[in-house]
């Protein structure tokens, strides 16, 4: 399965939250996919002074797929204990069930992304007609794809099978 090109994607479901960590930084991974690809948004720990924003972040991902008040009520010891919270949510809620539709944006490398401070306006209920578009800034800051890119092959260590 390859990365979902930059575009609008619809058809796309939730198949996993992880806790994803190196040497110096912890973040969760959202892995979104279809009949066509994956996309794999990555949000990292915030520092503290930007906490409430990554919060906001979250809860507009996952309140398409379940009550945000249930989002907004997970809560954690530390990150690696929020995102293992999110996770028993997401296998709860069945979330992988859902559909939404997804606005990415390329990068200066033409790869898919959302950007972490982009909070809202990219991603909207898969059981409506997908009504998503570019906005004129986004066009003039090179943000939407100019070109349909190559799908880039996945990472092999990747998996992308649902929580059960």
């Known amino acids: 399965m390859a990365n979902l090109a930059p575009g609008i994607h619809s058809n796309l479901k939730l198949t996993k939250i992880e806790y994803a960590a190196k040497d110096s930084w912890e973040a969760v ?36 797929l379940t009550d945000r008040e249930k989002v907004k009520s997970v809560k954690g010891e530390n990150f690696k204990d929020f995102v293992e919270k999110l996770i028993v949510l997401y296998k709860e809620e069945k979330m992988w069930n859902k559909l939404v539709h997804a606005k990415l944006f390329q990068n200066k490398d033409g790869f898919a992304f959302v950007p972490q401070s982009f909070a809202y306006g990219f991603m909207q209920e898969g059981d409506i007609p ?35």
């Open 130 to 164: 997908c009504t998503l578009e570019y906005t004129d800034w986004e066009v003039e800051n090179e943000l939407a794809p100019t070109a349909s890119p190559a799908q880039v092959p996945q990472e092999e260590d990747d998996d992308l099978g649902l929580p059960f």
């Open 29 to 64: 991974d959202f892995l979104y996919a279809n009949d066509d690809g994956y996309w794999k948004h990555r949000i990292f720990k915030p520092k503290k002074e930007s906490a409430e924003k990554v919060r906001e972040h979250i809860n507009f991902l996952l309140s398409f």
